[in-house]
């Protein structure tokens, strides 16, 4: 049975005080240099060694942890200038990789919310309408006040993200009973690892068929594909022009994405476009599973948000030398899917409509800390 978490928010223990948590806490070790730290994993993001988003967000929040338990502060609000000082560099090595952002201002908004609650300001914030989240611009807190469990306090808080990050993809999978029936058939496009453990998990109990686009040039479908059929589940592959062809017989689209942005839009994998325009015209229901550590509060319309360039090699090879000076070709990697085009958002909190994300948003991050 998947338990529904609000996202930022932790039970207390009894008789835990403002002064800080009574019993295990977690003392901090000597102060050190932390911008080693940032460097290392600036360099493991740039030379792309890290496979998958989740593993890029359990590698910056560790790094975080870090930055708490070894760095040279003495309030929030240097420990908050700290965090944004040291994480620029690993945004900067691959600022395609929003994940990264969004985990910063996720420990960003745990040390504001462990700040407030040391100076007895409780978490009515939580319970905010929608004008006052909008009109609450140009307010700013006094982080300046050194509280000595502060420190403590946000470690513990991390850890408990930490957690909260390995069991994401089984809160996930574990809704996928309540969206896939027998007898259906899937569509989804390439390869994305939290559908892939969705429809393992409903192939669990439920007989379907998985219909594959290969995800051109790259053609990880068939990746897919083949893992897929290993856990005896029927599958066929499909090219992304076939998408349209085969859509009159699809059940239901299910499909990842790189990144959830502000508006409920989706910065998905190229062809994501295609298949969800396809999917409205034959009034076909798109499922995006997603944890929540991609929702990132950028909007399509700024700079760099969905746009990425790589060579077009896969496409067009240098070996056809005749044809390279002739033409300019562009290999773009994401497709922007407007949030209209989205049914239903599968995230390891539950499923929610693109409408809802703005509350999301407000749970998870600061407005202060949108710009990082």
């Not at 594959?212 to 499909?238: F, N, R």
Request: hydrophobic content about 40%; proline content about 4%; charged content about 20%.
């Amino acid at each position: 049975m998947l338990v529904r978490a609000v996202p930022g928010r932790r039970s207390r223990h009894v008789g835990e005080g403002c002064a800080g948590r009574a019993g295990g806490a977690v003392m901090p070790a000597v102060l050190v240099d932390v911008s080693e730290m940032a460097t290392a994993l600036a360099g493991r993001l740039g030379r792309g060694e890290m496979s998958g988003s989740g593993e890029v967000a359990t590698a910056t929040a560790g790094l975080l942890r870090r930055i708490v338990a070894h760095g040279r502060w003495s309030s929030a609000g240097e420990l908050l200038e700290l965090i944004r000082t040291e994480s620029r560099r690993v945004i900067a090595a691959d600022p395609s990789e929003t994940t990264v952002g969004n985990i910063i201002r996720r420990v960003m908004k745990i040390v504001r919310e462990e700040y407030s609650r040391l100076r007895g300001c409780g978490e009515e914030g939580d319970q905010d309408s929608l004008h006052k989240l909008l009109t609450s611009g140009g307010q700013s807190e006094d982080l300046s006040e050194t509280l000595a469990p502060l420190r403590t306090n946000v470690i513990e808080a991390v850890n408990e993200l930490l957690l909260e990050l390995d069991g994401m993809q089984d809160n996930i999978s574990v809704q996928a009973l309540d969206h896939i029936h027998s007898n259906e058939v899937i569509m989804t496009l390439g390869r994305s690892a939290a559908v892939e453990a969705f429809l393992r998990d409903a192939a669990r109990k439920r007989s379907f068929q998985v219909i594959v686009a290969e995800g051109a040039p790259y053609c990880q479908g068939h990746d897919l594909a083949t893992s897929l059929s290993a856990a005896g589940i029927e599958t066929t592959v499909i090219t992304d022009a076939a998408i349209f062809a085969v859509m009159s017989r699809v059940n239901k689209v299910i499909i990842g994405t790189k990144t959830i942005l502000a508006n409920g839009g989706l910065r998905a994998v190229i062809g994501a476009h295609t298949l969800a325009l396809a999917a409205r015209h034959h009034s076909t229901p798109l499922i995006v599973c997603a944890a929540m550590y991609k929702l990132c509060p950028q909007f399509p319309n700024e700079e760099n948000t969905v746009h990425k360039f790589v060579s077009p090699q896969e496409v067009l090879p240098f070996t056809e030398g005749e044809i390279l000076g002739k033409v300019s070709a562009y290999c773009p990697v994401f497709d922007y899917v407007p949030p209209e085009l989205i049914t239903l958002f599968i995230s390891n909190i539950g499923g929610n409509a693109p409408s809802y994300i703005y509350r999301l948003m407000s749970e998870l991050y600061n407005p202060d800390d949108h710009q990082l």
